[in-house]
Nanobody, 125 residues
Framework: QVQLQESGGGLVQAGGSRRLSCVAS????????LGWFRQAPGEEREFVSV????????DYAASVKGRFAISRDNARNTVHLQMNDLKPEDTAVYYC??????????????????WGRGTQVTVSS
């Protein structure tokens, strides 16, 4: 089993930046794919970004492409989400996610096996 814990959320002005972090424990960190999802009030949880176990491959939702950057530090069992040029519509609870299958990346809610508890990001206008 994998345990995930996010941090770094908070209040930020529109156009500003914020860096989220997620520390993973349990299974070997280098052997799991990781991603970020978010959920706004009254909305379904949606995909934000994913990074492969090696860190070589990344992908982003169209809504954040060019503004967000995902990275991982395998030595510290940590994945980061650098969020730039934040907009009010980015306001949501952000969740770290992992899959149980090394052949599957966490790109859909149904495919996620392990979730963090979430960290709130609020972007003011």
């Amino acid at each position: 089993q994998v345990q995930l814990q996010e941090s770094g959320g908070g209040l930020v002005q529109a156009g500003g930046s914020r860096r989220l972090s997620c520390v993973a424990s349990g299974r070997t960190f280098t052997n799991i794919h990781l991603g970020w999802f978010r959920q706004a009030p009254g909305e379904e949880r949606e995909f934000v970004s994913v990074i492969s176990k090696s860190g070589a491959l990344t992908d982003y939702a169209a809504s954040v492409k060019g503004r967000f950057a995902i990275s991982r530090d395998n030595a510290r069992n940590t994945v980061h989400l650098q969020m730039n040029d934040l907009k009010p519509e980015d306001t949501a609870v952000y969740y770290c996610a992992a899959t149980a299958d090394t052949l599957v990346v966490p790109r859909t809610v149904a495919g996620v096996a392990f979730w963090g508890r979430g960290t709130q990001v609020t972007v003011s206008s």
